[in-house]
């Protein structure tokens, strides 16, 4: 193993610059010469690689976003885009690849792995913390801290003003974050993908909640059933006429900011332990966390495996409303 390449594809999320820095010290304690690729899948075809050093990630361990950059290349699922990739691949001389990101990261990196022979290891970077196969993915605590914030600020202008908010997070497929973010902040409500909502129970909960209260604030998955936070605001102002309702969209907001202590440690560690399992001869399993243990489950079972939150905190928030 004398050259090993790192990419970070798909969102970004806070916390894969200290995945990358983990990698490239590791690489350089070896040995190894680590490669660095931009823009993800994109990069990797067309050729866009250079060797790293230490100056190339001092200082980065809590920066957002991603040094090495990132994209969606929807072209690399065509065979003739990686064979171009695969060709750049064999160019720098490449023994091993790990790879930052979500399923459909994943799902390229195993491809890529089975047509070419090359060895590859997945760590898990997404914000909406829908992998299967971790307890956690980097970028998750930070992004839900930074959701849980401007939830905390948006009550203090509801309460000012006696108005329902109706607060829209990230999450088209998984409602980690709107669930939890809707315990932790205190929420009078969720609407989550993993549930079919009831719309009139929503409202039914509206007029006995907000009796003798200023504000309610709803939390909303933008990938739930009935719509983003707009949508189920105009299905439910005819039946909550004299409520001041207001629809809010955080946005990618909640991508950004300085990684959390939690997904710094997390993604070093991940980061240092991919390097260590290329070494060992590993190949086509994602990095994941079990509690605080480091375990490993195959690239293939994380993206055929769906994972989901744990539907008692529904329960739990129910527990908490005032009656």
Do not use: W
Not at 50 to 60: G, K, L, P, S
Not at 96 to 103: S, T
Not at 109 to 116: V, Y
Not at 235 to 242: F, M, N, R
């Amino acid at each position: 193993m004398k050259k090993i390449a790192v990419l970070t594809s798909g969102g970004d999320s806070p916390g894969m610059n200290a995945a990358v820095r983990a990698i490239v010290k590791s690489c350089l304690f070896h040995g190894i010469v680590p490669i660095g690729i931009r823009d993800g899948y994109k990069g990797m075809v067309e050729g866009d690689m250079y060797e790293m050093c230490y100056a190339d990630v001092d200082n980065i361990i809590h920066t957002g976003g991603t040094i090495l950059g990132s994209s969606r290349c929807l072209s690399f699922f065509e065979e003739e885009t990686r064979k171009k990739a695969i060709e750049q691949l064999i160019s720098f001389q490449v023994d091993g690849l790990i790879v930052i990101g979500g399923d459909g990261t994943f799902t390229g990196a195993s491809i890529l792995s089975t047509e070419m022979g090359i060895p590859v290891i997945g760590i898990p970077g997404t914000i909406d913390n829908d992998i299967y196969g971790t307890d956690h993915t980097i970028g998750y605590d930070t992004a839900l801290n930074t959701v849980i914030d401007a939830i905390d600020k948006i009550r203090d202008t509801a309460s000012s003003h006696h108005r329902i908010f109706f607060i829209e997070v990230m999450g088209r497929h998984a409602g980690f974050i709107a669930l939890n973010a809707a315990v932790a902040s205190g929420a009078e409500s969720v609407l989550i993908p993993e549930k079919t909502p009831d719309l009139a129970q929503l409202v039914n909960d509206i007029k006995t909640q907000y009796k003798g209260r200023r504000s309610s604030i709803i939390v909303v998955a933008e990938g739930e059933q009935e719509g983003g936070s707009l949508e189920i605001v105009n299905k439910v102002a005819p039946l909550l006429e004299g409520y001041e309702l207001r629809p809010t969209v955080l946005g990618h907001i909640q991508r950004g900011g300085r990684p959390s202590a939690f997904d710094r440690i997390l993604a070093t560690r991940m980061g240092a332990y991919a390097v260590e399992l290329l070494r060992e001869g590993e190949s086509g399993v994602m990095i994941g966390c079990e509690g605080d243990k480091l375990i490993t489950t195959s690239i293939d079972q994380a993206v055929k495996l769906h994972k989901s939150p744990d539907m008692k905190k529904l329960d739990l928030l129910n527990k908490m409303l005032t009656r």
